[in-house]
């Protein structure tokens, strides 16, 4: 049984929003960080933004001034805004540690398409 909960996908234009959810969240001694992964079909997984427990943040290059993650630790769940979206987000929307210590989640399919 997958750890991780997405949700939040959905289709919409480019330049439209969507916020993802990821829920049941460890939060433990082990575990520093969570992150928001996408994979394109064909293509590996990718890391698209991280969040620390202290609240640091990373994103990758591309997603950069467009996404923002967060997470409400009382809730046990993390989230990605994302804004301005462009055709090239479309992928299928992942949470796990890094490495991936848990089971995969079924994602969450964002298409961006006009």
């Known amino acids: 049984q997958a750890q991780f909960v997405e949700s939040g996908g959905g289709l919409v234009q480019p330049g439209g929003s969507l916020r993802l959810s990821c829920k049941n969240v460890?939060?433990?001694?082990?575990?520093?960080?969570m992150y928001w992964y996408r994979r394109v079909p064909g293509k590996a997984r990718e890391v698209v933004a991280s969040?620390?427990?202290?609240?640091?943040?990373n994103y990758a290059d591309s997603v950069k001034g467009r996404f923002t993650i967060s997470g409400d630790i009382a809730k046990r769940t993390i989230y990605l805004q994302m804004n301005n979206l462009e055709p090239e987000d479309t992928a299928v929307y992942y949470c796990?540690?890094?490495?991936?210590?848990?089971?995969w989640g079924r994602g969450t399919q964002v298409t961006v398409s006009s």
């Open positions: 796990n540690t890094n490495p991936p210590a848990f089971t």
């Open positions: 460890e939060i433990n001694s082990e575990i520093h960080a």
């Open positions: 969040i620390a427990w202290s609240g640091a943040t």
